[in-house]
């Protein structure tokens, strides 16, 4: 059975796509879709559309949960966000300071799961 999942990016100052410091900050959206044997069959791409938008976090797991994901990954995100995430099923795992390439791979072989909440200082609102 195949698995979609989501990485959440940013550009950082070399123009190179990392995992997004904060979920609700990411500028795109990289959508896998593997197969069984954790081949990538499919990528997609896709623009936030609420980037920049205060508390667009919250109300990003309805935007993904359409791309029939199973698990997304960020570099962090607020309780809020989370728990949207899991009363849609989604898994949450934190990869934060990772490229989106090594994220992938690090997925696919197993080595990166688990959600660790946001560390930086800013308004309840994470």
Do not use: W
């Amino acid at each position: 059975m195949n698995q979609r999942l989501v990485i959440a990016t940013e550009e950082n100052n070399n123009g190179h796509q990392i995992v997004a410091e904060h979920f609700g900050r990411s500028s795109k959206f990289y959508v896998y879709e593997l197969d069984a044997d954790k081949n990538i069959i499919r990528e997609e791409i896709y623009f936030n559309p609420l980037a920049g938008e205060h508390s667009g976090s919250c109300q990003l797991p309805g935007y993904l949960k359409q791309f029939n994901v199973e698990a997304v990954i960020a570099g962090g995100m607020g309780q809020k966000a989370v728990n949207n995430f899991h009363l849609s099923g989604i898994d949450v795992i934190t990869a934060p300071g990772l490229s989106c390439k090594d994220a992938l791979n690090l997925f696919i072989e197993g080595k990166l799961s688990g959600y660790e909440s946001c560390k930086h200082d800013h308004h309840s609102n994470c």
